[in-house]
């Protein structure tokens, strides 16, 4: 059986939950959904570590999303000796490495690196991969303009958005069971979707198979609200039948 985990739910500036990343765990194998600095602890708490991953897709390259891919690539290459898989699709790569690590991984003891001598990186085109046999489409989300970022459809079945604003766009194209939805409890935030952006931009039976995730720590405040318009808060270590 193949699952979906939640290994964080929270906000990039939230202290009560790791990043929100997740995994998909298929006949003993894992695919992190982005690797946020929070990585390692995330995993911890799943009785997990850095070599019990064996692939990585990228959604986009903001802090929480990305900067554990420092931790995996050393201590990958240089503690486990292997090499993850990176999935990254169009335009990632450059934002990725040019722009973001290689000043931390593309020199060592050994002289120059790149981004290859950490990883087994696959340069996506717009097409679907599998992974494990589990079949995984992506699609441009809308967080922050002109930036590469996406959300994901596993296999026909559950919709992860990603960091966005409402995209019913893309809802439209698709019948998921199960939504994942980036969700900001504040009404300041440009590129996340609020409560009320929601509200207004799904209906009443979209919301109701809609889990929110990325929220911030004050999500209590918001708990009626949540599970009277959509299906709920996502929660930290919550899994989904993929």
């Given at each position: 059986?193949?699952?979906?985990?939640?290994?964080?739910?929270?906000?990039?500036?939230?202290?009560?939950?790791?990043?929100?990343?997740?995994?998909?765990?298929?006949?003993?194998?894992?695919?992190?959904?982005?690797?946020?600095?929070?990585?390692?602890?995330?995993?911890?708490?799943?009785?997990?570590t850095l070599a019990?991953?064996?692939?990585?897709?990228?959604?986009?390259?903001?802090?929480?999303?990305?900067?554990?891919?420092?931790?995996l690539a050393y201590?990958?290459?240089?503690?486990?000796?292997?090499?993850?898989?990176?999935?990254?699709?169009?335009?990632?790569?450059?934002?990725?490495?040019?722009?973001?690590?290689?000043?931390?991984?593309?020199?060592?003891?050994?002289?120059?690196?790149?981004?290859?001598?950490?990883?087994?990186?696959?340069?996506?085109?717009?097409?679907?991969?599998?992974?494990?046999?589990?079949?995984?489409?992506?699609?441009?989300?809308?967080?922050?303009?002109?930036?590469?970022?996406?959300?994901?459809?596993?296999?026909?079945?559950?919709?992860?958005?990603?960091?966005?604003?409402?995209?019913?766009?893309?809802?439209?194209?698709?019948?998921?069971?199960?939504?994942?939805?980036?969700?900001?409890?504040?009404?300041?935030?440009?590129?996340?979707?609020?409560?009320?952006?929601?509200?207004e931009n799904y209906?009443?039976?979209?919301?109701?198979?809609?889990?929110?995730?990325?929220?911030?720590?004050?999500?209590?405040?918001?708990?009626?609200?949540?599970?009277?318009?959509?299906?709920?808060?996502?929660?930290?270590?919550?899994?989904?039948?993929?």
């Amino acid at each position: 059986m193949a699952v979906l985990k939640m290994l964080g739910v929270g906000h990039s500036e939230s202290l009560a939950h790791w990043n929100n990343n997740a995994m998909i765990e298929v006949a003993n194998r894992r695919l992190l959904i982005d690797a946020g600095y929070t990585i390692k602890f995330a995993l911890r708490d799943r009785g997990l570590t850095l070599a019990d991953v064996h692939a990585i897709f990228i959604t986009h390259v903001h802090a929480d999303h990305c900067f554990g891919l420092e931790r995996l690539a050393y201590e990958c290459r240089f503690k486990y000796g292997f090499k993850p898989t990176l999935y990254l699709p169009p335009g990632v790569y450059e934002e990725l490495w040019d722009q973001t690590l290689k000043g931390v991984l593309g020199q060592v003891g050994e002289g120059p690196a790149e981004l290859a001598d950490y990883f087994d990186v696959v340069l996506l085109d717009d097409k679907p991969f599998q992974f494990g046999g589990v079949n995984i489409e992506f699609f441009q989300n809308q967080h922050t303009p002109t930036k590469p970022s996406y959300g994901l459809m596993i296999n026909e079945r559950l919709l992860f958005s990603g960091d966005t604003r409402a995209i019913p766009e893309v809802l439209n194209r698709y019948t998921p069971e199960v939504i994942l939805h980036d969700a900001t409890l504040a009404d300041w935030n440009p590129v996340h979707a609020s409560l009320q952006e929601l509200c207004e931009n799904y209906p009443e039976n979209i919301r109701r198979r809609m889990y929110l995730m990325s929220y911030e720590d004050e999500y209590e405040q918001q708990r009626e609200r949540v599970e009277q318009d959509f299906a709920g808060f996502a929660t930290q270590g919550q899994e989904f039948e993929l």
